[in-house]
């Protein structure tokens, strides 16, 4: 008895959403295999993938083609994904992780739908760009949840493939580096998808998401404006000029035009990559400044009598301005 009620137990184990993300998964990618197996795999196509050329008379796809996976190498998401959504589930809730899951594939599936007919129009190439790319899977997802890590553990350190070691926060720019490799040398359907999803994943966990138990002045706050999760955070530093003139400029305008939730109280605007906008990112960066005001006081004392008493005095004041 105990054998048999063993995978129940297991599977009421999975929080919800994942358990639904996973099943959803494995019925839609049997369902793809098995028509496309009895000789019907255009109409399976049409109907379970993005094709952008039809896309419009199948609208569903935006979502629902995450879940068809075609070939073994892609099922390998089963892997990575769920267990990836489990942890997130726990920690965010389950209303916030379908939040983060449908914007992530939805908003890529809808911008790599633009991209494409933006493509016909400047080409008029129809059997290539409408008709010939079919987009489907996981890989927007996969990068939202990679850039998720990078905001919540980014120090810590994964093992790959049993042999290559790296620390979470290198992971979304290396899976962005072999999309841009791939798109350039031909393979833009459909790893071109990982640079929308990286882009979505990061505005929705930066601008967006609701910090549940985290409130100002009992107002929700929303978002991550610290400074370690800024755009130019992603970067070289010789990027990172244009990068924040470009940064305010949108962040302004979205500003203005109420596009952006506000962070709290003590957001500064026009600061859109520099200064954290919740109250704790706020006192974390004044915590930090006073007690390295501290160590430079005490490093530059130059007499033990009167340097002890005036550092003192001042470590006490920046004791108190942590506090």
Known sequence: MAVLSSPLV?????????????????????????LSWKGMGPEAAHYLT????????????????????????????????????KYLERLWGSVETLK???????????IALGFNWIEYIATRNADLF???????????????????????IPEHQVQILGVIKAR????????????????????????IIIQFGWFVGWIYLRFYKKNPGESVGGADTYGDRSETFSLIS???????????????????????????PNAGPDVELGSYGQVPGTA????????????????QRLANSSSPTAGSTSDSDEGGKAKADIR
């Open 10 to 34: 297991l599977l009421q184990s999975i929080p919800p959403v994942t358990r639904a993300f996973t099943s959803a998964t494995i019925a839609s990618s049997a369902l793809y295999g098995y």
């Open 50 to 85: 993005i094709v952008p050329g039809s896309a419009f008379y199948a609208p569903w796809t935006l979502l629902t083609s995450a879940f068809v996976e075609t070939t073994v190498f892609e099922a390998t998401s089963l892997i990575f994904v769920p267990a990836s959504l």
């Open 100 to 110: 983060f899951i449908v914007v992530s594939i939805v908003a890529s599936n809808i």
């Open 130 to 152: 409408l008709f010939g790319m079919h987009y489907h899977g996981q890989m927007a997802l996969q990068i939202a949840i990679l850039v998720a890590f990078t905001q919540l």
């Open 168 to 191: 979470v926060k290198s992971l979304p720019m290396a899976y962005l580096t072999l999309s841009t490799v791939l798109c350039f040398v031909g393979f833009q359907c459909p790893w």
């Open 234 to 260: 992603w970067f070289p530093p010789f990027m990172h000029y244009p990068l924040t003139l470009l940064g305010n400029l949108v962040y302004s305008l979205a500003t203005r035009f109420h596009l952006i």
């Open 280 to 295: 704790r990112a706020e006192a974390e960066r004044r915590r930090a400044m006073a007690l390295k005001a501290l160590d």
